[in-house]
């Protein structure tokens, strides 16, 4: 996708967002009518107008073919992303170190480091370093199963 | 003395030892930074003694300032945003063969700048916290404003001004999501009982200046750095003579920029750089290695750690993005910006900022020492470093509240933000804003109330008249350099 066009995509969205925000202020109960309500309205509309200009100096001045280019390797962008998900799923019920011990390992791997030695030393230096200066030292709870 | 004390016992200084010297090893790795750092580190704090979190913190900040010169000096390699003017000078050095010039260069003139602006910081934040207490609600909400009024100068090559205002109000309005102060009532949390209290704005931060970073350096197709000139033959020098007038002007330049809400060491390093070239003699050296350039760059990226935090102590207005972090520290214990940091909490307060001395002192050391080994650091492989960095990306996000939701909105901030910046939209002003959304709310609601609902309240008193002119200082020349700037582009397309 074009640049300019992800862009006016996006500003359309914010400006939706900003026409939706000023009439959500219509439910506001009580006090917060003359308070937080105007406050929100004026944010609202400040970030309308913003949007409506820079959407106009867009389509008046950019006329730029550039790509929207958000990584150049999507294949470890998408592997990273993926991970981080699943190891945020994993974190609770399998724990930290369990989760930890198979995302760095894995991402190190996809992101094409071929030495499992050092990937396996660093893997046991970091869940090292975290039980004994965060948990032992610092006494941050971590969840799930422990393999301490 | 009692302060001293705190600060000089053997635990302090052994922390302050570690934060700085993890700060120049964290700022040596290109594509790590003081805010991911201080950012990653602040939730692990929660559960230390506070003066000492600090210390360590601060440590960093320090360190990671001026971490960032060594690979830049001797890999053309920045390793952090901040010393790519130093790389413009300190590269070429190395390649004639003058790196340990270079490398002595930029170490005395960090320490100066950074101990500079340390001891404007210990002179000025009692006196500007002490007149945080005449300030009422509206003139919280103009203090906000002011901050706001930061954003526009954030404005770069890369973000234009209209996009760098439109990054800060949505940060503001993704701060308004959760319990109305005012009413008790809840706004777009989604039915999400995690949303009830609002967005914490350390995932935000973590997944906007870390969790980005390594999904850019993920996503980067070749990790190629130029080692020759850590080969290559070097010589010792002294000192240029006169030099010292170039660290004087980065650590003044370097502290003034820091004092001002949205300014960063980048900034302030450029600005630095360029008004030494201006008043050099040797103009012609510049861009081939010159050390007056190196020495004001350096001062001026350093002079922002205690410039920065002028504003953020005292007002609750941090100076730029790592100071963001360092607020979030202070909140965490209980240490709300303001006067309180210099009377209730002063036993942490000022032990914190002798700690900034301290951790000036641990770097010079090192730099004078271990730089030339400590470059090295700079070529550990990407693949190591991401997994390794988002890893304890997901811990500091978890950490804070025990929430793997917070890891969940992490990774959103950081998708989010990556798209954003591809745009070209500002994220240090998406974080102040997070961060000043509520400051302004707060004040603007209570201003309300007690104007009877009558806007005048914002105008009224002889301190929000100085504020909406120093608000109008810092909002007019941007704006109109925006002006010229388009109506030039608009005359050369037309």
Redesign the interface.
């Known amino acids: 996708m074009q640049k300019k066009w992800a862009d006016r995509a996006l500003l359309a969205v914010f400006i939706l967002m900003a026409v939706l925000l000023y009439r959500s202020t219509a439910g506001y109960p009580g006090i917060a009518q003359s308070t937080s309500a105007k406050y929100v309205r004026f944010l609202a509309v400040f970030i309308g107008v913003l949007c409506l200009a820079q959407l106009g100096f867009g389509l008046v001045r950019d006329h730029g073919r550039d790509i929207l280019v958000l990584t150049g390797n999507r294949r470890r962008f998408l592997a990273l992303l993926v991970g981080l998900g699943l190891f945020a799923i994993a974190f609770e019920p399998l724990g930290f170190y369990l989760s930890g011990a198979i995302f760095i390992p894995a991402i190190g791997w996809i992101l094409g480091y071929r030495r499992p030695l050092v990937l396996g030393l660093t893997t046991a230096g970091v869940l090292g370093f975290v039980y004994a200066v965060f948990v032992q030292l610092l006494s941050v709870r971590l969840p799930g199963i422990e393999i301490f | 003395m009692e302060y001293l004390a705190i600060v000089f016992s053997p635990w302090a200084l052994l922390t302050i030892f570690i934060g700085a010297f993890a700060g120049v090893a964290i700022g040596g790795m290109p594509g790590l930074t003081a805010t991911m750092a201080v950012g990653l580190l602040v939730p692990?704090?929660?559960?230390?003694d506070p003066a000492m979190g600090l210390m360590l913190l601060g440590g960093i900040y320090a360190g990671a300032m001026y971490g960032g010169s060594i690979p830049a000096i001797l890999l053309n390699t920045p390793g952090t945003p901040a010393a790519v003017a130093t790389a413009i000078e300190g590269y070429p050095m190395s390649r004639a063969g003058r790196a340990p010039l270079a490398l002595k260069t930029s170490v005395i003139a960090s320490f100066a700048g950074g101990t500079f602006s340390v001891f404007i910081l210990l002179l000025f934040a009692p006196f500007l916290a002490r007149q945080a207490l005449a300030f009422g609600p509206a003139e919280t909400f103009l203090l906000a404003l002011m901050g706001l009024a930061g954003i526009i100068s954030i404005a770069d090559e890369n973000s234009?001004l209209?996009?760098a205002?439109?990054a800060g109000?949505?940060g503001?309005?993704i701060a308004?999501i959760g319990t109305?102060?005012?009413?008790g009532?809840l706004?777009?949390t989604m039915g999400l009982v995690e949303l009830y209290d609002g967005i914490d704005f350390m995932p935000a931060l973590i997944g906007l200046f870390s969790?980005i970073q390594?999904?850019?350096l993920?996503?980067?197709?070749s990790h190629e750095i130029d080692t020759s000139a850590l080969e290559k033959e070097q010589k010792g020098e002294k000192l240029p003579r006169g030099i010292g007038k170039y660290m004087g002007l980065g650590a003044g330049t370097g502290t003034l920029i820091g004092i001002l809400p949205g300014e960063g060491a980048t900034i302030a390093a450029f600005i630095s750089y360029n008004l030494s070239k201006r008043i050099s003699k040797t103009k012609e050296l510049f861009g081939k290695g010159n050390p007056e350039g190196i020495a004001a760059a350096e001062a001026g990226n350093n002079g922002c750690v205690g410039g920065s935090l002028v504003p953020t102590i005292t007002l609750g207005i941090p100076g730029n993005s790592v100071a963001a972090a360092l607020m979030g520290a202070f909140i965490i214990h209980g240490m709300i910006p303001g006067p309180d940091l210099f009377t209730e909490y002063a036993d942490r307060t000022y032990p914190f900022i002798i700690s900034l001395f301290v951790a000036n002192g641990v770097f010079l050391a090192v730099g004078l020492f271990f730089a030339p080994y400590l470059a090295r650091i700079a070529l550990v492989?990407?693949?190591?470093m991401?997994?390794?960095v988002?890893?304890?990306a997901?811990?500091g996000s978890?950490?804070l509240n025990?929430s793997?939701f917070d890891?969940?909105l992490m990774?959103a901030f950081a998708?989010g933000g990556?798209?954003?910046k591809?745009?070209?939209y500002s994220l240090e002003a998406l974080i102040l804003g997070l961060i000043l959304g509520p400051i302004?709310?707060g004040g603007?609601?209570?201003g309300?109330?007690i104007g009877k609902?009558s806007p005048w309240i914002f105008f009224d008193s002889n301190i929000a008249k100085v504020m909406w002119v120093i608000i109008l200082a810092l909002l007019v020349p941007p704006l109109y350099s925006y002006w010229k700037h388009?109506h030039k582009?608009?005359k050369a397309?037309g």
Request: no cysteine; charged share 10%.
């Open positions: 692990f704090t929660y559960t230390m234009s209209l996009k205002l439109i109000v949505l503001m309005i308004i109305d102060d005012m009413s009532s706004r777009y969790m390594m999904l850019e993920a996503g980067q197709k492989p990407p693949a190591i991401v997994p390794v988002a890893a304890f997901v811990l978890y950490a025990n793997v890891i969940y990774i998708l990556l798209v954003l591809k745009l070209g302004a709310e603007f609601s209570q309300m109330i609902g388009v582009a608009g397309a």
